[in-house]
């Protein structure tokens, strides 16, 4: 576990960053998907399957929180919003109108964009991953697409692409 971590650890956290949108969230994905993979002592990992065993893991926890979490958020009527800071950085707007707008997706939503573009699985491996039909998986794209769209305009792909390519929590303010 202790290679695992200091040789994989940032890449998972961003993972979880990426999934929930919060590094405190993500973190406690981490260290929950951690605990659970090797509270058995599993024998017989090596790096590469110990960390798609932690992946899977994170990615499960994120979306049985957003099933559980689901009737809060149809409920909640108080959001409490940070202050914003202007910024001089084209880039770092762009990161951040990326953030939100994948803050307002659903959780199996975000989880396709995630493994879609982040992972960069197929469509076929990201059904794999969470478990559902290739063209379930279309649908939550194109719906997840179609809500980014409104909001993210042509005018900054190029921005957005230098955003998405920064993969992580490390970059995100």
Not at 76 to 95: G, Q, Y
Not at 122 to 147: E, F, H, N, Q
């Amino acid at each position: 576990m202790t290679d695992l971590v200091a040789e994989r650890g940032v890449n998972l956290t961003r993972y979880a960053y990426l999934l929930s949108g919060s590094r405190d969230d993500a973190a406690d994905l981490v260290q929950d998907a951690l605990v659970r993979t090797f509270e058995r002592l599993l024998k017989g990992f090596t790096l590469d399957s110990a960390e798609a065993y932690v992946r899977r893991s994170i990615l499960n926890a994120y979306l049985d929180d957003g099933r559980r979490s689901s009737r809060w958020r149809a409920t909640a009527h108080l959001h409490v919003t940070p202050e914003e800071r202007e910024s001089s950085s084209r880039l770092t707007d762009a990161r951040l109108d990326l953030h939100a707008e994948l803050a307002k997706l659903s959780p199996r939503e975000r989880a396709c964009i995630v493994l879609r573009y982040y992972d960069d699985l197929t469509i076929d491996g990201v059904a794999g991953a969470l478990g559902i039909a290739s063209g379930t998986v279309k649908r939550y794209l194109s719906d997840a697409l179609a809500k980014m769209a409104v909001a993210l305009t042509d005018d900054d792909d190029t921005a957005l692409q230098t955003a998405l390519a920064l993969k992580g929590p490390d970059h995100a303010e």
